[in-house]
């Protein structure tokens, strides 16, 4: 199996031992995983350049496997990983090389899913490709304690020959309660509404960026944002204790922010989907204040 090495979504503990990162977990890989290189367009060493990221994967499956695996996982827009977009055309690379040696892809959409990034439903049509496996949770419930994994037929058939037992699995009251979020983000159009805010709020932050040094890099899609702070932008040196400074200095207006990243030096700013153009200015308004204090 292949993990992409930030794709850790906040889930279980299976899903942080398969990061090696021991912001999370021990720093060692766990099982049978083999890590590759993370295509962060802001810190990655090939930049935006998705195929020199998938030629590492491709080395390592030549070099580093007997040449088939099982499969790659990854999620396909990171969250806690600091509210990373993959290198754009990274995944349809990777998927082409990753089938071609007996593998399946399995795509996680716990923090991406249900039309946060606003253009798509999901993130995986962000890169443009088809998974074999979906993983989901969080969004699929609105705070109700609920995941869902879709997959193929084929795949589908394969587990039935298994016994597949889970204490709380099939739960009738959080099931209903999935398909309720579900007719709601439909009937009240919030992927568009996301798109909206999200783009209002992107050109907030990227004024807020011409303003304070602090700020290195604003990115991403629709209401699955990050801020992610520096003391350098030239060396992209993680601002970490200003982050943590700024965090209370927020707290103390209102706002609770996430925080994330491997230097924990990211604002993930991922709000609820009911999330307004007001809210966006009052939040941007709040970190244009105390970043001028700092």
């Known amino acids: 199996m292949i993990s992409?090495?930030?794709?850790?979504?906040?889930?279980?503990?299976?899903?942080?031992?398969?990061?090696?990162?021991?912001?999370?977990?021990?720093?060692?890989?766990?099982?049978?995983?083999?890590h590759?290189?993370?295509?962060?367009?802001?810190?990655?060493?090939?930049?935006?350049?998705?195929s020199k990221y998938a030629k590492d994967l491709q080395d390592h499956i030549d070099f580093g496997t007997c040449g088939r695996v099982a499969g790659f996982i990854a999620e396909t827009f990171q969250g806690a990983g600091g509210s990373v977009e993959l290198a754009p055309g990274y995944l349809k690379l990777v998927y082409?090389?990753?089938?071609?040696?007996?593998?399946?892809?399995?795509?996680?959409?716990?923090?991406?899913?249900?039309?946060?990034?606003?253009?798509?439903?999901?993130?995986?049509?962000?890169?443009?490709?088809?998974?074999?496996?979906?993983?989901?949770?969080?969004?699929?419930?609105n705070g109700l304690p609920l995941g869902a994994v879709v997959t193929t037929p084929e795949i589908a058939n394969v587990l039935t020959q298994k016994i597949q037992f889970n204490t709380f699995g099939g739960n009738p009251v959080c099931s209903a309660g999935g398909l309720?979020?579900?007719?709601?983000?439909?009937?009240?159009?919030?992927?568009?509404h996301c798109a909206d805010v999200g783009s209002h709020l992107i050109s907030r932050l990227k004024d807020l960026q011409k303003k304070h040094e602090v700020i290195g890099d604003v990115r991403g899609k629709g209401l699955m944002l990050g801020l992610e702070l520096v003391t350098d932008r030239k060396e992209k040196t993680p601002a970490k204790a200003e982050t943590a400074h700024?965090?209370?200095?927020?707290r103390e207006l209102?706002?609770?922010?996430?925080k994330g990243g491997l230097h924990g030096n990211v604002f993930r700013i991922k709000p609820p989907m009911c999330f307004s153009k007001d809210d966006a200015d009052f939040l941007a308004d709040a970190l244009d204040y105390t970043m001028s204090k700092l």
């Open 36 to 50: 590759v290189m993370n295509p962060d367009p802001y810190r990655g060493p090939f930049g935006s350049d998705a």
């Open 96 to 141: 082409d090389t990753v089938r071609k040696a007996g593998g399946i892809c399995i795509a996680d959409e716990v923090q991406s899913g249900f039309g946060r990034t606003g253009g798509h439903y999901w993130g995986f049509e962000t890169q443009g490709v088809i998974p074999d496996i979906v993983t989901m949770a969080k969004g699929i419930g």
């Open 180 to 192: 309720a979020v579900l007719r709601v983000i439909d009937k009240e159009k919030r992927q568009a």
């Open 254 to 258: 209102g706002i609770l922010i996430g």
């Open 246 to 250: 700024l965090l209370e200095k927020l």
């Open 4 to 34: 992409l090495r930030n794709a850790y979504h906040g889930g279980s503990s299976g899903t942080l031992g398969l990061t090696a990162l021991n912001t999370w977990k021990y720093s060692i890989p766990q099982g049978e995983i083999h």
